[in-house]
């Protein structure tokens, strides 16, 4: 594009004025998990969060949550899970214990999402 300017590393805008968010050992732009964007705010790639995509989701980007919830992901995130029922944890990786009746055995209730610990409380008149 005649007349176009190509911004330095670590710069964009339609001027080359605007600074990209940078963190890390080299201070790699979005730390090397994301793109800059023209109003220099990142575009995290998946797994990752935060104003610099400096957050990885837990459970690894490849696999957030182990599976079992939704990361909170993206510039605006926090990289924290939202554990889907039945699991638990920080990293949604602990289940509540399940069987053909359900989960607790179908005569309680689990202690699922991100502050719970994949434990049951059994209803009254159980036990186990």
Same mark, same amino acid.
């Given at each position: 594009n005649p007349g176009a300017c190509q911004c330095d590393w670590g710069w964009t *805008? &339609? =001027? %080359?004025?605007? $600074? +990209?968010p940078t963190r890390g050992p080299?201070? &790699?732009? +979005?730390t090397g998990? /994301?793109? %800059? $964007?023209? =109003?220099g705010t990142c575009t995290c790639i998946f797994g990752f969060a935060g104003v610099a995509c400096a957050t990885e989701c837990p459970g690894g980007h490849d696999w957030p949550c182990h599976g079992h @919830?939704?990361?909170n992901m993206g $510039?605006? *995130?926090? *990289?924290? %899970?939202?554990?889907?029922?039945g !699991? &638990? /944890?920080? =990293?949604c990786k602990v289940g509540c214990p399940d069987s053909s009746w359900g989960r607790? @055995?179908?005569? *309680?209730?689990?202690? =699922? @999402?991100p502050t719970g610990n994949g434990s049951c409380?059994?209803? &009254? @008149? !159980?036990? /186990?």
């Open positions: *805008g &339609a =001027d %080359c004025s605007v $600074r +990209c080299e201070g &790699a732009v +979005c998990h /994301g793109q %800059c $964007r023209e =109003d @919830g939704m990361c $510039r605006t *995130g926090s *990289g924290t %899970c939202l554990c889907s029922v !699991y &638990a /944890g920080l =990293d607790c @055995g179908g005569h *309680g209730v689990c202690h =699922d @999402g409380t059994c209803t &009254a @008149g !159980y036990a /186990g």
